[in-house]
């Protein structure tokens, strides 16, 4: 099933509504973490979720998933290039209340273009990327599972350095 | 007094056997600490910068514990979550790691934010261990507000990006991905 994540600091609404839609139009499910929500966010009418997730749950619902939608968060990024996991993510804006700041629209602007990644900046870019992403089949890991070896070895020294 | 203060000049570098070449520095304590999600899985990344020393992992997400499964050696700590606007939530987070420093007294602390990570940054210095800052490569386009915070707390103080880096910092030397 696909899964939906928006970490869980702060509901988004744009993000879940739009897929929310999708899943009625098309009834393919989906299962989302979508954090809190108040009474006045956006409750999905067509999907199944939960506020939040246990790591290891979160993984599992990863792992299984054929396709992953989610804010642009770094650790959801990570975690699909090191898997080959294709992702859809929307990034999330300050001037609609949906973050602090807008890194997230930085983050998909120097990620967006990695291979199995897709990026929807507005709701309704968000049902065609979906479709395309549900048959877009999943790709080679493109990320090892550490840091550049450069910043590794600076790290160390700077750790292993006398008090 | 413990192992490493009673040599005088610090851990010395081991090397366990001549065909793994792994280097061990048993005695040397190092604290990576950072909250969850994406700041917690950069940190992980940078596992082999650590490897061979006693580790202890400092997070707000009790169930990464699990994740270390594998790694027996490593220990885990958990301190409770906040932001920035929750101020006795932050008081708690505070507090748990005065405590942390206190009783583990690491040689070195590393963090990748956010705010524990510059709360043990700043704990760190005042009793003398290393302290290592890397921003989150979250952060494209201004370091985040607590990596501008660490940043005269912090023995390295690292961007993950070429362009935010500067003559007085901060320094670029590679990214977690």
Known sequence: MIFLTVGTQLPFDRL?????????????PVFGQISDLAPENYHPKHMEWVPRLAPEEFERRYEAAPAVVA?????????????????????????????RNDHQIATAARFGARPGIRVAAEAEDVAPAL???????????????????DLIAAVRAALLGPR | MDAASETGDGPGVHWMSET??????????VMAIASGGGHWV?????APAWQGCQIHYVTTE?????ELRAEPEARFHVIPDANRWQKLRLLRQLLGIVWLILR???????????????????LGRLIGAR???????????????????????????????PHLSGEDGPSYRGAVM
């Open chain 1, 16 to 28: 879940v509504a739009a897929v929310d839609a999708w899943v009625g139009q098309t009834g393919t």
């Open chain 1, 71 to 99: 804010h642009a968060g770094m650790g959801t990024i990570i975690g699909a290039l090191t898997r080959g996991k294709p992702l859809l993510i929307m990034p999330r804006q300050a001037a609609l209340g949906e973050q």
């Open chain 1, 131 to 149: 479709d395309a992403l549900a048959d877009q089949g999943s790709a080679p890991p493109s990320l090892g599972p550490h840091a550049e070896p």
């Open chain 2, 20 to 29: 793994s070449k792994s280097p061990t520095v048993p005695a040397h304590r």
């Open chain 2, 42 to 46: 950069e940190l992980r990344r940078m």
């Open chain 2, 62 to 66: 009790p169930g990464y514990r699990k």
């Open chain 2, 104 to 122: 583990l007294r690491p040689h070195a602390v590393i963090s990748t934010g956010a705010a524990p990570g510059y709360f043990a940054l700043r």
């Open chain 2, 131 to 161: 302290t290592v800052w890397v921003d989150s490569i979250a952060n494209a386009e201004e370091l985040s507000l607590s990596g501008q915070m660490a940043r005269r707390h912090a023995d390295l103080w690292l961007t993950q990006w």
